[in-house]
T-cell receptor
Framework: AQRVTQPEKLLSVFKGAPVELKCNYS??????LFWYVQYSRQRLQLLLR??SRESIKGFTADLNKGETSFHLKKPFAQEEDSAMYYC????????????FGSGTQLTVLP | DTEVTQTPKHLVMGMTNKKSLKCEQH?????MYWYKQKAKKPPELMFV???????INESVPSRFSPECPNSSLLNLHLHALQPEDSALYLC??????????????FGSGTQLSVL
């Protein structure tokens, strides 16, 4: 069965500092990876997906199949980036539905 | 309209009540989902409807009963709930038939409290 691991439950960084939210996965096939974000009192929304290779709000993530990782990075954190971030995986067949990691609460300090 | 709309936003019910949650989308999405989310936890999949037919039921207790009257509307009927069912209930939709590998668009949720 597929699994998504986000090792950091809480992460705090100062404004302007680089930030990296870790995500590791286990899946025997070829996965599609996503990052979803939930700002305070807002709906869960897609931040980015590896297949589109786009940068949203300055965040990027690269799928590393060798290390089975999909870490989320931003070079200069902003206070408005404070939110809960979920890494998610979609496989194929019986594993096609999203499997979410446990989430990382990011706090960007002034 | 590019949103998934859920009503009500908040619901308080007793363990003997019957209530329903409603979800609408008018984007022509062919798959609709119910998720349950406890505070500071990831969403847990409950049901998936693909082309208005129930395709996935993640062993959800029968006190939760989903219904998809048409391609734009998804309901979740609640009956005889337990206090541990208190959670945020999220609806989502996706463009294709719920076959995976597609982005989900989430509603803002219904915060349910069972007393």
């Amino acid at each position: 069965a597929q699994r998504v691991t986000q090792p950091e439950k809480l992460l705090s960084v100062f404004k302007g500092a680089p930030v990296e939210l870790k995500c590791n996965y286990s899946y025997s096939g070829s996965p599609e990876l996503f990052w979803y974000v939930q700002y305070s009192r807002q709906r869960l929304q897609l931040l980015l997906r590896h297949i589109s290779r786009e940068s949203i709000k300055g965040f990027t993530a690269d799928l590393n199949k060798g290390e089975t990782s999909f870490h989320l990075k931003k070079p200069f954190a902003q206070e408005e980036d404070s939110a809960m971030y979920y890494c998610a995986l979609s496989g194929s067949g019986s594993a096609r539905q999203l499997t979410f990691g446990s989430g990382t609460q990011l706090t960007v300090l002034p | 309209d590019t949103e998934v709309t859920q009503t009500p936003k908040h619901l308080v019910m007793g363990m003997t009540n019957k209530k329903s949650l409603k979800c609408e989308q008018h984007m022509g999405h062919r798959a609709m989902y119910w998720y349950k989310q406890k505070a500071k936890k990831p969403p847990e999949l409950m049901f998936v409807y693909s082309y208005e037919k129930l395709s996935i039921n993640e062993s959800v207790p029968s006190r939760f009963s989903p219904e998809c009257p048409n391609s734009s509307l998804l309901n979740l009927h609640l009956h005889a709930l337990q206090p541990e069912d208190s959670a945020l209930y999220l609806c989502a939709s996706s463009p294709s038939g719920g076959q995976g590998r597609e982005k989900l668009l989430f509603g803002s949720g219904t915060q349910l409290s069972v007393l």
